[in-house]
């Protein structure tokens, strides 16, 4: 008499879908995530407590701490910024302007844009600034 011996069935568990799966999840996110981004340089704002948060779509001016000036994220010359923000002004529409100024840049540049801001026609100036950690 023969006895029937079992054989022993090794159970196999198939990662491949939840490959697919992992992958496709993280395509989705990296496509639905929302970049922060932040034309021209990098800029260290000054510091402030009472800072208000405002999302403006406002015109910008751009100062780095070599006293390069942006106007948007066109590199433009002292001399030629009054006439560009007179363009700007027309075609915008707007009486507001946004400067970013790094913490840096020396005081009379930034004096002298808000000059010839104001010489433009643009009556409200918003200085950017960080809040405190």
């Known amino acids: ?7 022993s069935r090794t159970v ?6 939840l490959i697919d799966v992992v992958l496709l999840l993280l395509i989705f996110f990296m496509l639905t995530t929302s970049f922060v981004e932040q034309p021209g340089m990098k800029l260290d704002l000054p510091e402030t407590e009472s800072t208000t948060a405002e ?4 015109l ?7 006293g390069e000036i942006y106007l948007g994220k066109e590199l433009i010359e002292l001399e030629n910024l009054e ?25 009379g540049t930034v004096v002298q844009v808000m000059d010839i801001a104001k ?5 409200k100036l918003i200085i950017a600034s960080e809040k405190v950690k």
């Open 1 to 7: 008499m023969q006895l029937l011996t079992k054989k």
């Open 12 to 17: 196999v568990i198939s990662i491949t879908s």
């Open 55 to 58: 999302n403006t779509d406002e």
């Open 60 to 66: 910008t001016v751009t100062i780095s701490s070599e």
């Open 83 to 107: 006439a560009k923000l007179m363009e700007y002004k027309e075609e915008i529409n707007t009486s507001s302007l946004v400067i970013k100024a790094d913490k840096t840049t020396p005081h």
């Open 119 to 123: 010489i433009s026609g643009f009556e």
